[in-house]
């Protein structure tokens, strides 16, 4: 076929620009590691928590919850905002508000100021954490499940270096890696100020099968949701309470339990570096189920006092491909549903609010001796939701054949 024939006949169309220049791809993936980080200090960070405020478990747990209660509003007051503004404003005001957030909980002079700081904090977090996740989710092409992957193995990365950094600060100077958090989340603003807003697509995505078709994909929905809110619940709660599970139940020192814990967040780092190429060979429901599998198994191997830090390193590695692949399967299984990608992110941040009190309150409970065997149990409904999901969205799957997203027009593009 003679191809210059026809681009004597029309124009070539217009080279889009990347949404994301070299210079703010990396800023991204830092304010990722800033973002991991700061999620995996309070862990180490409760004893003392504790000693210094005077709190029970249940009260030490509020303070991740506040930041994922901030989360989820700002997650959905990004999602409200977002087709009004450019995404480099978006991003920029998320990093500066979670900044501020964190400088202020370093500096909390009492409870109910940290409390607040915490809220603020998770405020940003969520803006950052929506405006990261949906705009790699389109920006990269076939790419974008690979450098979704990518993005949040940062994440990882992040929450490997937190512990590490209070165990070398000390425990008692939490403040101090706070605040130096807060300092380079100012400094990945400024490069985030390339990313490029695309031209609104006006495309429609209604779904044309009827009433009965678009009941079907909101209740499939619904699942996919409430796995990703029990999911995250699973590595919000092993990341927050295995430190205090280390120490009280099996005796160890808290710079062993941090680094222990360290070890939790390298895993979940190596398996979504591990993503790009599981989805080059495996379908997204089997990466999951996999995943799900692996992680529920791991779980209950950690109330083996002996097995305890390796198992919880084996959750971190079965359970990071999760959140990467399952959100690109959302979107295949209900194109037609624009919020859909905007209701994973926000009810990975609900499951990640209620994980400390619940958590704390089964301590208070059951003992400390319970940690395992709760997240076994999250662990095992997430694993029976992927296998309902994975048999409903069977046939979807194969009438909806990955493709080149278009980032101006981009089903995956989210909005309210």
Do not use: K
């Amino acid at each position: 076929m003679d191809h210059s024939a026809q681009t004597d006949q029309a124009p070539s169309p217009p080279v889009e620009r990347p949404l994301f220049p070299a210079a703010a791809t990396v800023a991204a993936c830092a304010a990722f590691v800033l973002l991991g980080a700061l999620n995996a200090f309070f862990g180490p960070a409760i004893p003392a928590l504790r000693s210094r405020f005077g709190l029970t478990p249940a009260d030490a747990g509020l303070a991740l919850s506040m930041y994922y209660v901030g989360a989820v509003a700002g997650v959905l007051l990004a999602g409200v905002i977002h087709p009004r503004t450019r995404n480099s404003r978006l991003l920029i005001t998320s990093l500066v508000v979670m900044g501020v957030g964190s400088l202020g909980f370093a500096l909390s002079a009492n409870w109910s100021w940290a409390l607040a700081a915490c809220l603020l904090c998770g405020f940003g977090a969520g803006g950052m954490d929506y405006g990261l996740n949906s705009l790699f989710a389109i920006g990269f092409g076939r790419r974008s499940p690979a450098m979704l992957g990518i993005l949040n193995a940062h994440y990882g990365l992040g929450a490997v270096c937190g512990p590490l950094l209070i165990s070398l600060v000390g425990v008692e100077n939490y403040p101090v890696a706070f605040g130096l958090v807060a300092g380079l989340l100012g400094v990945a603003a400024v490069f985030l100020r390339s990313v490029h807003t695309p031209p609104t697509s006006s495309a429609g995505h209604a779904d044309a099968h009827g009433p009965a078709r678009a009941t079907s994909v909101l209740v499939l929905v619904v699942a996919f949701l409430a796995f990703y809110a029990l999911q995250v619940t699973v590595e919000t709660g092993v990341g927050a309470w295995e430190p205090t599970y280390l120490q009280t139940r099996l005796g160890h020192g808290a710079v062993y339990a941090a680094d222990v814990t360290s070890g939790f967040w390298l895993m979940l780092a190596v398996g979504r570096l591990l993503v790009g190429p599981m989805t080059s060979r495996w379908s997204a429901p089997a990466i999951v189920t996999v995943s799900c599998l692996g992680t529920t198994a791991c779980l209950a191997l950690a109330a083996i006092p002996g097995l305890a830090p390796v198992a919880f390193a084996g959750v971190g590695l079965f359970n990071a491909p999760v959140f990467p692949v399952a959100l690109p399967w959302l979107v295949r299984a209900a194109p037609g549903v624009r919020w859909a990608a905007t209701g994973a992110i926000l009810t990975a941040n609900v499951g990640g609010a209620v994980a400390g009190p619940l958590t704390g309150l089964g301590i208070e409970r059951f003992g400390i001796g319970c940690v395992p065997w709760l997240m076994t149990a999250v662990s095992a409904v997430c694993l029976a939701l992927v296998l309902h999901l994975a048999r409903a969205t069977r046939a979807t799957l194969a009438a909806v054949p990955e493709h080149e997203h278009d980032p101006a027009a981009s089903p995956v593009q989210v909005s309210p």
